[in-house]
């Protein structure tokens, strides 16, 4: 397994770790600041000393993989793993306003994005909504608002107990390791959610609606930007 630092402190850009694994799939550390892709948010990206990480993604039991090119370090190596910040730091803010695109959208998701610069959520949503303006208007008072993200873990057994707390309908949350990560905003959304996120919400900035496309007979894929 490896150390998911990222989880107690989503603002560490950097790190020092130990080399566990390098093959042609990545390298492995014992502890790492580096997200694996995954819940809609890409892998981050920044270098372990003189290699450059273009891609991280999840291994194998555990195991966080940092996909490198040049030179690789040797198992047993100490190196520091360091983090492209802009580009983690926009996914963190972005992954925090789409929370809340579900919550000024309550309807169920289907799937969704994050990136640096445009993210989305798409939404069961039969029918355009009526007021985008208004839409945009919520998210950015919420935004404003300054509600705190904070998180709390609940056993599986509560979650099954407790369906609704799940919005999105095409990522389940990781069960199996007997419990749960939610991540709470303000008195606002609950909902199970691995990724990373901004310590409250006026750290996202200003945000306004993009497109609102029709995909397929009974969804909308809602894009978000920054302002
Ligand atoms: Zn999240």
Redesign the pocket.
């Known amino acids: 397994m490896t150390e998911l630092l990222f989880r107690d402190d989503p603002a560490l850009d950097w790190c020092e770790a130990r080399v566990v694994g390098v093959s042609s799939a990545g390298v492995v550390l014992d502890r790492t600041v580096f997200y694996p892709a995954g ?1 809609g948010q890409p892998g981050d990206t920044g270098t372990l000393d003189a290699a450059i990480v273009h891609d991280t993604v999840r291994g194998e039991d555990g195991t966080v993989l940092h996909l490198c090119e040049g030179e690789l370090p040797g198992i047993g190596e100490t190196v520091t793993a360091t983090l492209d910040w802009d580009r983690r730091f926009a996914h963190m803010r972005m ?2 306003a789409l ?1 809340l695109l579900s919550v000024a959208i309550p309807l169920p998701v289907s799937g969704g994005a994050i990136g640096a610069g445009k993210s989305r959520l798409d939404f069961d949503m039969p029918e355009a909504p009526e007021d985008r303006d208004a839409i945009e208007r919520a998210l950015n008072e919420m935004i404003a608002a300054d509600h705190p993200v904070t998180e709390e873990w609940i056993t599986d057994d509560d979650l099954a107990a407790n369906p609704g707390l799940v919005k999105t309908m095409s990522v389940q949350p990781p069960k199996g390791q007997g419990r749960v990560r939610l ?1 709470r905003i303000g008195d606002i959304d609950l909902q199970p ?1 691995g ?1 990373t ?1 901004v310590a409250s919400t006026a750290g996202i900035g200003p945000v306004r609606l993009g497109k609102i496309e029709k995909k397929g007979r009974q969804n909308r894929r809602v894009s978000l930007h920054f302002a």
């Open positions: 819940g992954h925090t929370h991540v959610c990724g996120h």
